[in-house]
Structures are given as structure tokens and as C-alpha cells.
């Protein structure tokens, strides 16, 4: 019988992600990631967040229901340096951070597999809505959308690597929400009806600007609202309150919305347009990743996304570096933001992605 552990957010996918690997025979071992500042104090609450201590309580709960056996791995230091310390240095470049990305690169499918098999575990596993196969005509494992478009997580996942694949179940990938929560409820977990998280688990009130002010003891200091050409349309409050694409909250009256569509940090100035000039027919990526081939050896057409929610857009994908790819579309796309993923599929199929730069 293989050993699994099943990485535990409290919620009710990753429970039903336990059931079922039970449920096919496996041996699964329930384990929940504390990346609280210090263990029994809750850094991360509210109930739109995960990782606190209720959600520790509630998989612990669901794990007993189940009689499996359930760790708590502190994981803090590795969360700081993999996670937030990415997420702070990236908006002092005045890029948009992916904080989830990171999560699953460098903690969940990094981390946590490395302690996994430290322990005696075959697998791991998560409540992810996705898919894993092989290929036997390319002996590559390959990353699928998961069957409900609407929790497709496929976007958050491109990152993993070949050993990664390998080694990782995702149950949920052919299920559908509904489907998970009924499950649930049929077999008495308890959080069967538990919202979903939603916000980034260490800024849970989403003010990033001064979870960043208190994290570096460093104030960002206010510089000029400026036009492309360099006119000075008024103050900003700090580089750090700003991404690529935003409207709202910028303190000033014109004729017509404008929106952020440059943040430059060496002059401490962002740049305001038209909406018109946030589209772009060509993005670039660095450190990229592919998972259905080794390499782009020639231009490919695909389907690429810029954003979660970003529906796939029609591309030519080519791969111009060992750690680059540009891709351009058929049709301008709005608001490709620096820091953000740039995802390429060929249908259900992850081709690979990278940071857009």
C-alpha cells in the first residue's frame, strides 16, 4: 500500500482529496503547513484566509473523521524566505508579486515533497483542481486543466517540474465544486459548506502596501504622477500602492479614467494613460518552465494566458533564450503586468509559462 501525505489547508478540497486516496486503497497521511511567526499564535486569520489555526483545527477534526493519522510541519521560515520575502522585493520593483505561484513552487510541491519522502510517503497529494498524465509517446508527465473550468488551477501549477509530477496526485481534477462539497457532506466532514479562501493568507485585510511598510520598517516615499511624455499630473502616495492596470484609488480628477500603465522605481515615478495604452500585442517571460517538452525548438500556436482569470488568447509562442519566450498575439491584450505568470496551453494542455517581464 503507498504512502501519501496530503497537504491539509482545513478546506473542504483538500479534505475530499484525503477521502478519495483512501477511498482507492492508498495510505494517506494528513499534514498541515503552520507558517504562523510563532507556533499557537495566529499570524493569518479571518475566515476568507487559510493557514491559521482554525484551519489547523478543522483538518485536524476532518483527519480523526477519518482515521488517518495528521502532522503539523512548521514550515515559517521556509514561507518567509520562499514566499513573502519574493512577494516584498518584487513591488520594490515595482512589479506585481504571484504570492500563490511561489507557494506551490517553492513550499508545497518543493518543500513539502522533499519531507514527504523523508518520512516514507510515495506521494503527495492536494485538493488542486487539475490533472496529471503521462505520455508514453513523450515519456514526459504532462499538466491538464482540471474539469471544472470555473476552479481551473491549472494556471497556478505551471511551474512544477518533471520530478514534481511525478510524484503528485490531484483527485479533485476530474470533479466539479458541487460534486467535491456533495461528497463531503455524504461522509460527514465537517467543513462540507466552508467558504473558500480567498485573500493572500498574510495580508488577509489586502492592504499590501502596508503589510510591505511594516515588514521592511521602510516608507515609501511619494514621487510624481506623470504622463508618457513627462507631464506632472499630481502626487502618488508611494510606488508600493500601485500595479499595472489600476484605476481606482489614484487621488486624481480627469476628463476621462485613467489607468497605471508604468511604475518606474529608479525616477520614484508612475506613469498614467488612457486606457488605449494598456494593450500590448507582445510579452515577454523569464524564468520560464515547461513541462510538455524539454525545449521550443521552433514557434509553436497556442492559447496564453496573462492573468488567473485571464481567458486563453490565441498566440505565437517562441522560445528566444534558455530562460526566455515571447509571445504575440493575434489580438492586443490589456494590461500584461510585470511579476504576473504568463501561461501557454495547447487545449487541456499546460505547454509550460513564466514571469512576465
Known sequence: MKKTLIAMSG????????????????????????????????LFHGEKT???????????????????????????????EEVIDRFISTYQRGETPNPCIDCNKHIKFGRLLQRAREIGCDTICTGHYAQVE?????????????????????????????????????????????????????NGLINARKRDSQDI????????????????????????????????????????????????GLGLSFPQPMYVTKIDTQKNQVTLAPHEALFSATVTAREINLIACESLTAPIRAQVKLRYRHAPQ?????QTGPDALTVTFDESQRAATPGQALVVYDGDTVIGGGVIA
Do not use: W
Open 314 to 318: 490565441p498566440a505565437l509562442v517562441e
Open 134 to 186: 503521462y505520455d508514453e509517446a513523450s515519456g514526459r508527465y504532462l499538466l491538464k486543466k482540471g474539469l471544472d473550468a470555473q476552479k481551473d488551477q491549472s494556471y497556478m501549477l505551471y511551474s512544477l517540474t518533471q520530478e514534481q509530477l511525478a510524484h503528485t496526485q490531484f483527485p479533485l481534477g476530474g470533479l466539479t465544486k458541487p460534486q467535491v462539497r456533495a461528497i463531503a457532506e455524504e
Open 201 to 248: 493568507c498574510f495580508v488577509p485585510d489586502g492592504d499590501y502596501a502596508s503589510f510591505i511598510e511594516r515588514a521592511t520598517g521602510t516608507l515609501f516615499p511619494p514621487g510624481d504622477f506623470v504622463s508618457p511624455n513627462g507631464q506632472v499630473y499630481g502626487t502618488h502616495k508611494g510606488i508600493i500602492h500601485y500595479t499595472i492596470g489600476q484605476r481606482k
Open 50 to 80: 487559510c493557514c491559521s489555526v482554525d484551519d489547523i483545527n478543522d483538518a485536524r477534526r476532518v483527519c480523526a473523521r477519518l482515521d488517518i493519522p495528521f502532522y503539523v510541519f512548521n514550515f515559517k521560515e521556509a514561507f518567509k
Open 11 to 42: 478546506g473542504v478540497d483538500s479534505s475530499v482529496a484525503a477521502l478519495l486516496v483512501k477511498q482507492a486503497g492508498g495510505e494517506p497521511i494528513g499534514v498541515t503547513l503552520a507558517l504562523n511567526e510563532t507556533p499557537g499564535e495566529e
